[in-house]
């Protein structure tokens, strides 16, 4: 049976106005909501797809974080047999590098034909979890894939370039992915399923260990975007208004 | 065939109809005539592949496994049309059409558009995926202070459980701020839940979402029973729908009137607060859950008739039969999807209605409708003064400042 493991993340969900620690060099994570990386969720309905079309044993380890037991329970009742919870992770966000040393030791014990993950995260500077893993394991690596199908011991997936160019490729098995988007959007699966799955399933704890901190990287300041004064407000009626746009229009050289 | 006792499990069909005859009133689909009223009087039959007749007709037939790869079953608006008119008293709308939806979400059919309606009611407690924070955002614009119960450690006489269109969409918001200022003005003592307020869950229970509708309720319940108060009130339909019938059968039991009904018992204080208020016509138009499903008719025509120089007309549609503003159902959610379905929308044919009758106003009170019959009337001829004001707008209009 081929295995499957998918790493998935929280990551700070943008639908709440983000502000920043009174340390000024990072976000105030006491008003941050978490909610899955786009990109993990993606990985996971590949993973899915995979195993409805030829079978497929699909663990998925995540992080802790507030809320991740309610998003792994999600993905068994999409169709993950496995889950994994890493314990230990501080509320200071490890570097890629240590991550993805204690994901390593725990995925060699499982020894799987594919590793996929989201290829990027909106807290992630550098986006290097999955090429990072895949040399741990000595694996190799493609990242910004958005389908795949499984053969003997190989997979063919497609990769975006810029421009509008899709590349096919071979790559021999055990693989780590970066996945861009699964050939499906994410599928929804009813809330009952869901609950279900909170009585029934099983998340494995499983320690991370010491994690790194230190990525060498300093911030010396975050911010929000400034606002800048560069939008001109038209005013008056809509006859002006209108008139007003259009000798714009002309100065530019459009009309 | 059972094998070595091993009972097999019965088809999705027999499955269907098992769970079907369960429900309330359900085992009247077994007396259906086939008389096709249901299927006739449903605003999108026509674009239906199983108008309800039908999944009767093919479920007796034993062969509706079919309906689950059509996505047709999205197109019930949940009006309570076909409801209404059944002879046999069947329960079409609850029973039949809401269970197919329960189907075919189950089965995975569902429109992209009302996924992520559902996934943001999961994740924000609101389908329009705005920030849980800010649910009581809009009361900032008032210049007096709506207390939130929870924080201001007191009972209130009434908790006004404002809903997730009246709380966050740009226009419903305008209604929301309407009756605020008339309960200030009354001397009413309100609060809301702000923050701590869940989606009803009435329109995902009705786009098929049993599961989620269950969650928001409990949530809900468990916020509310830690405050105290005499009743709630609420300007939306569904909320109203959700406590009266639905919360009751999860064990949730919180008495609830529409602010139609609580407005006409304090009619005493508003009639002398009126204003010249120059002259209109009035079409008004009874909102699903409010009239055909909870039977109130009087209540919010009491109310515009009661303002002075409005006269009230009635549109070929009305009371029992009156037309869906297409939003119910999930269709909040599905407009593109309906769209390429039926290339119709039942807001512009109801729009088209109240042209007909010459109105210069088309009342509404539901915050569903006054975007939805604004958006149709900018794509009808003869619409372009037509202007759609919940009741307690015009109420609020009349009163002046």
């Given at each position: 049976m081929t295995e499957i493991v998918v790493i998935a993340r929280l990551v700070p969900d943008l639908v709440e106005e983000l502000e920043i620690a009174t340390s000024g060099t990072a976000l105030d994570l006491a008003w941050l909501r978490l909610i899955i990386n786009e990109f993990d969720n993606h990985a996971i309905e590949q993973a899915i797809i995979l195993k409805e079309r030829s079978g497929a044993t699909v663990t998925i380890i995540s992080?802790?974080?507030?809320?991740?037991?309610?998003?792994?329970?999600?993905?068994?009742?999409?169709?993950?047999?496995?889950?994994?919870k890493l314990t230990g992770v501080g509320e200071e966000k490890p570097t890629n590098l240590s991550m993805a040393q204690t994901l390593a030791e725990i995925i060699k014990e499982i020894n799987p034909d594919l590793v996929l993950t989201g290829v990027q995260a909106h807290d992630d500077f550098t986006g290097d979890l999955a090429p990072q893993l895949a040399d741990l394991l000595d694996m190799p690596y493609v990242g910004y894939i958005s389908g795949i199908s499984l053969g003997d011991g190989k997979a063919t997936a497609y990769k975006e370039y810029p421009g509008g160019i899709l590349a096919e490729m071979e790559i021999a098995l055990p693989a780590v992915l970066g996945i861009q988007s699964s050939e499906e959007p994410p599928?929804?699966?009813?809330?009952?399923?869901?609950?279900?799955?909170?009585?029934?399933?099983?998340?494995e704890d499983r320690d991370a260990g010491v994690l790194e901190t230190d990525s060498g990287v300093v911030i010396d300041r975050m911010y929000l975007p400034e606002v800048a004064d560069r939008a001109e407000m038209l005013e008056g009626d809509e006859e002006e208004v209108a008139s007003k746009l259009i000798a714009i229009l002309q100065d530019l050289g459009l009309l | 065939m059972a094998v070595n006792g091993i009972q097999q499990s019965l088809p999705f069909t027999a499955q269907f109809k098992e769970s079907l005859l369960k429900i309330p009133e359900g085992e009247n689909i077994q007396a259906c005539l086939q008389c096709a009223c249901c299927s006739g009087v449903c605003p999108f039959g026509f674009a239906m592949d199983f108008p309800p007749g039908r999944m009767i007709a093919?479920?007796?037939?034993?062969?509706?496994?079919?309906?689950?790869?059509s996505?047709?079953?999205?197109?019930?608006?949940?009006?309570?049309?076909?409801?209404?008119?059944?002879?046999?008293?069947?329960?079409?709308?609850?029973?039949?059409?809401?269970?197919?939806?329960?189907?075919?979400?189950?089965?995975?059919?569902?429109?992209?558009?009302?996924?992520?309606?559902?996934?943001?009611?999961?994740?924000?407690?609101?389908?329009?995926?705005?920030?849980?924070?800010?649910?009581?955002?809009?009361?900032?614009?008032?210049?007096?202070?709506i207390p939130i119960i929870r924080k201001a450690k007191r009972p209130v006489d009434i908790l006004w459980f404002v809903g997730d269109y009246a709380s966050y969409h740009p226009r419903s918001k305008n209604v929301t701020i309407a009756f605020a200022t008339l309960l200030n003005k009354l001397g009413i003592d309100f609060g809301i839940l702000g923050p701590d307020e869940f989606s009803d869950g009435d329109s995902q229970r009705l786009a098929g979402e049993r599961g989620l509708f269950e969650m928001l309720a409990e949530k809900n319940a468990k916020v509310i029973s830690r405050c105290e108060f005499t009743e709630i009130i609420t300007t939306?339909?569904?909320?109203?729908?959700?406590?009266?019938?639905?919360?009751?059968?999860?064990?949730f039991d919180f008495p609830v009137r529409h602010y139609t009904e609580f407005l006409v018992e304090h009619l005493d204080e508003i009639t002398p607060l009126f204003k010249e208020n120059g002259k209109a016509k009035v079409a008004y138009h009874d909102p699903c859950y409010l009239g055909r499903v909870n039977k109130i008719y009087d209540a919010p025509r009491q109310l515009i008739e009661a303002i002075p120089g409005l006269e009230l007309i009635e549109m070929a549609h009305n009371k029992s039969t009156s037309l869906c503003c297409g939003g119910g159902g999930g269709g909040m959610w599905l407009d593109g999807f309906r769209w390429e379905k039926s290339e119709s929308r039942l807001s512009e044919w109801r729009v088209k209605e109240a042209v007909a009758v010459n109105a210069d106003i088309l009342a509404v009170a539901c915050p569903y409708e006054p975007p939805r019959f604004e958006d149709?009337?900018?794509?009808?001829?003869g619409a372009e003064k037509l202007q759609v004001k919940d009741v307690v707008e015009l109420i609020v209009d009349a009163i002046g400042n």
């Open positions: 992080p802790e974080a507030e809320g991740v037991e309610d998003m792994l329970f999600t993905t068994a009742a999409k169709g993950a047999d496995k889950l994994i599928r929804y699966v009813a809330i009952s399923k869901v609950r279900q799955m909170m009585n029934t399933a099983s998340i | 093919w479920m007796r037939a034993g062969i509706l496994d079919e309906m689950l790869k996505d047709s079953v999205w197109m019930c608006v949940s009006c309570y049309a076909c409801t209404e008119v059944c002879p046999k008293d069947i329960p079409i709308t609850l029973a039949l059409m809401t269970r197919a939806k329960e189907e075919a979400l189950l089965a995975g059919n569902v429109p992209a558009e009302l996924q992520s309606a559902l996934e943001f009611s999961q994740q924000y407690g609101n389908p329009l995926g705005e920030s849980s924070r800010k649910r009581a955002a809009w009361s900032e614009e008032l210049d007096f202070e939306d339909p569904h909320a109203y729908n959700a406590f009266k019938n639905e919360y009751p059968q999860l064990g149709a009337a900018k794509a009808i001829t």
